[in-house]
């Protein structure tokens, strides 16, 4: 079992910047791949950025990529999502999730074994 929690979201003007953290506890972190999901109000769930089990490795949607930022420090069991830039639209509660295999794209939350609560982020203008 892993439990995954959420901090780091809140409120942020428009091109402003937030730094969110997850923090893992449980088995072995290092051996998850770790995700980021997200959810705008009245839409579905979208795919944000994955990265892989040592952290050589990341993918990300097209509408985050040279904004967002995944990153890891399995010494401290927590990933990370550096958002900069950030507009209106990426108002959302954004989600950590974890999963043996390494998997990018809105199809694969289906697949994802462990959830976070989510923290909600509001942009303003």
């Known amino acids: 079992q892993v439990l995954l929690v959420e901090s780091g979201g809140g409120l942020v003007q428009a091109g402003g910047s937030l730094r969110l953290s997850c923090a893992a506890s449980?088995?072995?972190?290092?051996?998850?791949?770790m995700a980021w999901f997200r959810q705008a109000p009245g839409k579905e769930r979208e795919f944000v950025a994955v990265?892989?089990?040592?952290?050589?490795?990341?993918t990300y949607a097209d509408s985050m990529k040279g904004r967002f930022t995944i990153s890891r420090d399995n010494a401290k069991n927590t990933v990370y999502l550096q958002m900069n830039s950030l507009k209106r639209e990426d108002t959302a509660v954004y989600y950590c999730?974890?999963?043996?295999?390494?998997?990018?794209?809105?199809?694969?939350?289906?697949?994802?074994?462990?959830w976070g609560k989510g923290t909600l982020v509001t942009v303003s203008s």
């Open positions: 999730s974890a999963d043996p295999l390494y998997c990018s794209g809105d199809g694969c939350q289906e697949y994802m074994d462990y």
């Open positions: 449980g088995r072995s972190f290092s051996s998850y791949a």
């Open positions: 990265i892989s089990q040592d952290g050589a490795k990341a």
